[in-house]
């Protein structure tokens, strides 16, 4: 699939989101973003179990139910009140979106919600016995498979909740480059898993793409931190682009994403560092040229500028509402002083 049009760039953000109250964080989220940009069904972790990146993910999985343990989210053999809670929290956050998008005069053209990838759930994720699932190749495929059949269900609701808008999907990766170099340690931390090969992460995010495709997802981003960022597996996988932070790429990553976007694909550029809280945002005539500049050196014409979309570096669940909804606003901004620049 070809993904969203793009004729300008977009603002959004990763999807971790502070406080616990879904409608806040629904009516702020998609009062910044509206239209061109990409508003989000929010992630509030503050919300406690269930609410996590990893369990709302987990709770989708079809026939691998999941409960939490001392050590962390378990597959285990019935759902437990841990499962439920999650079901409970995304079915309500579903509904606050339903909602608000309905009060809306005009609603934004698209919606993005976050899913855990494959990969860095199976990191996540504990078998029977105590050990990470990432261990076993046979755990790994199962939920591999248990995710892709349970995304569709999930677009459709989404789908019901926001009709006519298009839905995007980040999968996040955040310990690809772990999983990759064999450095994710075992349940008792004496010793590390081996590498998982990597057609094999290929073949585990194209499974899941291919899912999210059939069900009528416009545009699937893989989102991964700037560390080892194996660009060329995820782009392999027919994902229609990367989410990624600037601040650390390497000459020779900016060469990568340079070609991705040369062959019509999107990056997701976390140009605005959002790691710490902080009293102070970076200008966005300084947000601006950090893209500018790489941009410019790699040859780049300023019109494929259009091929991005931009968002914070990291998840915003560590930020005041108030900061968080600050930050949208600063992207939005750069989204506008990027555009200027694509139209010469």
């Known amino acids: 699939m070809a993904g969203l049009p793009s004729s300008q760039v977009t603002a959004t953000a990763?999807?971790?989101?502070?406080?616990?109250?879904?409608?806040?964080?629904?009516?702020?989220?998609?009062?910044?973003?509206?239209?061109?940009?990409?508003?989000?069904?929010?992630?509030?972790?503050?919300?406690?179990?269930?609410?996590?990146?990893?369990?709302?993910?987990?709770?989708?999985?079809?026939?691998?139910?999941?409960?939490?343990?001392?050590?962390?989210?378990?597959?285990?053999?019935?759902?437990?009140?841990?499962?439920?809670?999650?079901?409970?929290?995304?079915?309500?956050?579903?509904?606050?979106?339903?909602?608000?998008?309905?009060?809306?005069?005009?609603?934004?053209?698209?919606?993005?919600?976050?899913?855990?990838?494959?990969?860095?759930?199976?990191?996540?994720?504990?078998?029977?016995?105590?050990?990470?699932?990432?261990?076993?190749?046979?755990?790994?495929?199962?939920?591999?498979?248990?995710?892709?059949?349970?995304?569709?269900?999930?677009?459709?609701?989404?789908?019901?909740?926001?009709?006519?808008?298009?839905?995007?999907?980040q999968l996040d990766e955040p310990d690809i480059a772990a999983i990759l170099a064999g450095t994710i340690p075992t349940a008792s931390g004496y010793r590390t898993l081996r590498s998982i090969p990597q057609d094999e992460a290929t073949a585990a995010w194209r499974r899941v793409v291919e899912a999210l495709q059939s069900a009528g997802v416009a545009e699937t981003v893989i989102a991964v931190s700037e560390i080892e960022a194996p660009f060329a597996q995820i782009l392999a996988s027919g994902a229609d682009g990367v989410a990624v932070p600037l601040k650390a790429l390497t000459t020779r990553q900016w060469e990568q994403l340079a070609g991705a976007v040369e062959s019509g694909k999107r990056v997701w550029a976390g140009a605005l560092p959002a790691g710490e809280p902080s009293g102070t945002l970076p200008r966005t005539a300084e947000l601006v040229e950090a893209v500018w500049r790489p941009w410019r050196q790699l040859g780049l014409p300023a019109s494929s500028l259009a091929t991005l979309r931009v968002t914070p570096s990291h998840g915003l669940a560590a930020h005041s509402p108030a900061a968080a909804k600050e930050i949208l606003g600063r992207l939005t901004r750069l989204a506008d002083g990027l555009n200027q620049l694509a139209l010469g």
């Open 14 to 169: 990763l999807g971790p989101w502070p406080g616990d109250d879904p409608l806040e964080a629904t009516r702020t989220i998609r009062g910044e973003l509206g239209s061109p940009h990409l508003p989000f069904l929010a992630e509030l972790p503050d919300r406690g179990v269930g609410s996590d990146a990893l369990g709302r993910t987990a709770s989708l999985l079809v026939e691998l139910p999941v409960d939490v343990q001392p050590h962390g989210w378990r597959l285990v053999d019935r759902p437990g009140k841990d499962q439920q809670r999650a079901e409970s929290a995304l079915a309500t956050d579903i509904n606050v979106l339903a909602d608000v998008a309905g009060a809306e005069d005009a609603s934004a053209d698209a919606v993005k919600i976050q899913l855990r990838g494959p990969l860095s759930l199976a990191a996540g994720l504990y078998l029977h016995n105590g050990e990470r699932a990432l261990l076993d190749f046979g755990a790994r495929r199962d939920i591999t498979d248990s995710l892709a059949a349970g995304v569709a269900e999930h677009i459709t609701r989404i789908r019901t909740a926001v009709p006519g808008a298009d839905v995007v999907v």
